[in-house]
């Protein structure tokens, strides 16, 4: 009976060590694709954000890390990327996080220009409801072009809401909590921006 148990306890050790080998194996030869495959998304979300035209550098090896709990998503680091040409500053873009939206957290990609004016936002991730929250997507509405421009006005803090709440930007039929949540994501990246522009276009890169 013992002897039983004990090679059975043997070749469930030796399978569990099989399939963790199989796994760690699999990950192994698919973390380049993986790699790839995600520095493929960040390109093209930095082409649509920040055009190629504008810029001289290395966008992509320019990246470095940020934190603020208050303005760019709490417990989140976010990176950065620099565009400079002939070495003066053109624009970045910065990732943050809203944890306001009616099915969670919301990433972005923010870009502003030297001049702390938006060049555009994207969407990351989200876990909106489709047919309603989901509309913050590029790819079912032009809802995110109406940030193209704008820029954050210290005297003028409420024009960064929904029209609902006496903001400049529109809401969706039905749902109000995904727009509002990311308009002030969006405002929050903005204020932090001015408050540490110098700062962030002198960081040096250290992504690895």
């Not at 790819?139 to 193209?148: A, D, E, H, T």
């Not at 210290?154 to 109000?176: H, I, M, Q, S």
Request: aromatic content about 8%.
């Amino acid at each position: 009976m013992i002897t039983t148990i004990s090679r059975n306890a043997v070749l469930l050790a030796a399978f569990a060590i099989v399939c963790t080998a199989s796994v760690a194996t699999i990950n192994l030869l698919t973390r380049p694709e993986i790699d790839m495959q995600q520095q493929r998304a960040l390109l093209k979300t930095l082409d649509q954000l920040i055009p190629k035209t504008s810029y001289d550098n290395d966008i992509f090896a320019s990246c470095f890390m940020v934190q603020d709990d208050q303005l760019l998503g709490k417990g989140k680091v976010q990176p950065v990327f620099v565009a400079t040409k002939n070495n003066l500053p053109v624009a970045l873009m910065i990732e943050t996080s809203t944890f306001q939206g009616y099915g969670g957290e919301i990433d972005l990609a923010v870009g502003i220009n030297a001049n702390g004016q938006l060049t555009g936002v994207q969407v990351l991730k989200h876990s909106e409801t489709p047919g309603l929250g989901d509309k913050i997507q590029s790819n079912k509405s032009n809802w995110l072009q109406s940030f193209s421009g704008k820029e954050y006005q210290e005297l003028y803090p409420k024009r960064w809401e929904v029209k609902k709440n006496g903001g400049e930007f529109d809401a969706f039929t039905g749902a109000t909590i995904t727009p509002r949540a990311v308009v002030l994501a969006v405002k929050d990246a903005l204020i932090y921006f001015s408050k540490n522009k110098q700062s962030l276009f002198n960081h040096p890169a250290d992504c690895e």
